[in-house]
């Protein structure tokens, strides 16, 4: 069930990524947690409605807790954000040394 048809092509571009090419997308800051967290909160709505009408019952919490984990659902999520907002996010840099504030 896709809310958004715009989504599509990003959601298409996730569905073939490894592990490793999802926690890729860890390395990078939110500019905004809020807007973050509402359209995870959204997600995760989406896919434990999937998960019920897969089941045709409402999903217990062990239900999504091993289909969150079997479907890599957030780091799928977090993949899905940066690539659709790449305004409102920020690349770290693994390679430039951290520099403390004194």
Known sequence: MVQHPEDIPFLEIIKG???EELRSFDNYLLSDVMD???MQTEWVKTQTWLLGHKLDRE???HD???EMGE???PL???AFYVLKHPD???PISLTA???IAR
Do not use: A, G, I, K
């Open 64 to 66: 999504l807790v091993r």
């Open 88 to 90: 409102r996010v920020t």
């Open 36 to 38: 973050y967290n509402r």
């Open 76 to 78: 799928r999520f977090r």
């Open 71 to 73: 479907t890599r659902s």
């Open 17 to 19: 990524m490894s592990q």
């Open 59 to 61: 999903p217990s919490v």
């Open 97 to 99: 040394p951290m520099s």
